[in-house]
């Protein structure tokens, strides 16, 4: 047997690191004097009502303890343990206690799976800090059939590549009770690790959350607007004042940032009258009118930082203003219908640019879709996602890029990547998107899914554009799993642009691991 001044001295070491702030206390036992060598100890445990004495005030620190004693101070210390402060070495020693008095504690009715849950997220989450990452390898086999995109790509040269596509580290630190910190490293485009994202979380007075640094925005993603594509208007990642307030029938965001050097905001590329450098001002407005109904309000402005002057001592004039709005009704659990609709202006530097050789062109555009999303739990079986919307064909997205791309290999307009959208041209007609995904969840392990989308450029010359997919998953265990993927694209004929014509198709078979 262990004597109880002992295991109070160990405990208190253990709660002096865990504690958040020091305990001024008084020692209530008269058998521990202030000369005792755990008088500070037992002092602190007291205290926190870790530990009791005897009735006649005694505290017998000199007798030796029970087990059952000794388990009911260790769950009781459990009770105190501040995550913050916390080391490796006090999270082992509260572990092999645990292990050791593991049937008096059960005897004292106090679950020991909780307290293993409980050492388990002390050993996550040591001293605040936390650490998760992911990495994605694709093996691809591919074969253009005519002159399609997929083997012109320059990060897909030739028929089948080894490619590792993402590897992913996040750093979080839970700095106090309203402030989080979280950092992402992973590789850009030219294969060099970079700072992805660089932010901090925390709470203003009245309960607005403020995040600050490097942060990524898409707004249509956490609303649920799109399944395995990307959104009309988003998805960028950039330096950001963000401003949230949440009143539970209402949510309101509000944004301010910058994006350096081009980082993910629509722009002309290379035309020297298009700054790199602008601003975004946003907003968001959630409103759940109910438990069926819900939707809001989206608004984008974005400029140059500097507009470049011209002879007429006028400047040029490149900002592009949008206006959506969207909404969802939940017919029955696991069935809800939504929409999104955007309004767009823009410049008349900026329309001039995009018009070329377009006639009557018009400096305005819209872009809206309708989803009808049915869950699995609904039909069993399978769920189904089915989609339809139009895009005017002038209608500014993340720098045009394709809104519906699910191949894994380049999925943007101007890195001339596999893409619906490849050969939507830039005129006054509308560009009809229209297709459904199903997925299959068969169990903990197996999954299936197919895909169909199509896109009908409304323009002489152009024809449709077809893809399918169809993918095979299976989830080893909880860290790794692996996908089967064939994916077929047509992107029709393009009239005197004999590049964007033909068809091409890919298998791809994905390794995913999180850790």
Do not use: C
């Amino acid at each position: 047997m262990m004597r109880k001044a002992l295991l109070a001295a160990a405990i208190a070491v253990i709660l002096a690191s865990f504690a958040s702030q020091s305990v001024a206390a008084t020692n209530p036992f008269m058998d521990v004097p202030a000369s005792h060598w755990a008088y500070d100890a037992v002092a602190q445990l007291a205290s926190r009502g870790v530990i009791s004495g005897y009735p006649d005030g005694s505290f017998k620190g000199a007798q030796p303890s029970t087990r059952y004693e000794m388990a009911s101070i260790i769950a009781r210390a459990l009770a105190n343990i501040d995550l913050d402060k916390a080391s490796k070495q006090d999270v082992e020693m509260m572990r092999r206690l645990i292990v050791e008095f593991k049937d008096e504690l059960d005897a004292l009715g106090v679950r020991v799976d909780n307290l293993d849950e409980r050492i388990a997220v002390l050993e996550e989450d040591i001293g605040g800090w936390s650490l998760a990452g992911e990495l994605t390898f694709n093996a691809k086999f591919g074969q253009a059939a005519d002159k399609g995109w997929y083997s012109d790509d320059a990060d897909y040269a030739g028929e089948n590549e080894f490619e590792l596509a993402d590897y992913v580290l996040w750093l979080r630190k839970r700095v106090n009770d309203t402030t989080n910190f979280a950092a992402r490293l992973e590789r850009d485009s030219g294969n060099v690790v970079v700072w992805a994202n660089y932010y901090v979380t925390t709470v203003l007075p009245y309960d607005i959350s403020l995040t600050v640094g490097l942060a990524d925005l898409d707004w249509e993603g956490d609303l649920e607007l799109y399944v395995d594509n990307e959104p009309i208007i988003g998805d960028w990642t950039f330096n950001m004042f963000l401003f949230e307030k949440d009143w539970g029938i209402a949510n309101l965001k509000l944004l301010a940032g910058r994006a350096n050097d081009d980082a993910g905001v629509p722009s002309l590329g290379d035309d020297p009258t298009s700054p790199i450098e602008r601003f975004l001002v946003a907003g968001l407005a959630d409103f759940n009118f109910s438990e069926r109904f819900r939707g809001g309000l989206i608004g984008y402005w974005i400029f140059a930082d500097e507009e470049i002057p011209l002879t007429d001592n006028s400047e040029t004039d490149t900002s592009v203003g949008i206006i959506g709005a969207y909404a969802g009704f939940t017919f029955t659990p696991g069935v809800e219908g939504k929409v999104i609709y955007y309004h767009q202006a823009q410049g008349d530097t900026l329309a001039q640019l995009l018009s070329g050789t377009a006639t009557n062109y018009d400096d305005s555009a819209s872009a809206w879709k309708a989803i009808l999303d049915v869950k699995q739990d609904v039909l069993k079986f399978t769920s189904v996602w089915v989609e339809y919307g139009q895009i005017d064909n002038n209608f500014l997205t993340n720098e045009r890029f394709s809104v519906y791309s699910d191949l894994g290999v380049s999925a943007t307009y101007t890195d001339g990547g596999a893409s619906l959208l490849a050969n939507m041209p830039i005129n006054m007609n509308s560009t009809k998107i229209y297709g459904v995904r199903m997925d299959q969840e068969w169990n903990d392990k197996w999954r299936t899914y197919l895909r169909y989308f199509a896109a009908d450029h409304d323009t002489a010359g152009i024809d449709d554009a077809f893809n399918w997919s169809v993918g095979v998953g299976y989830r080893l265990n909880d860290a790794v799993e692996f996908e089967l993927v064939y994916d077929a694209i047509d992107y029709g004929e393009r009239n005197g642009d004999e590049l964007r014509n033909g068809s091409d198709n890919i298998v791809r078979f994905r390794t995913y691991v999180a850790f």
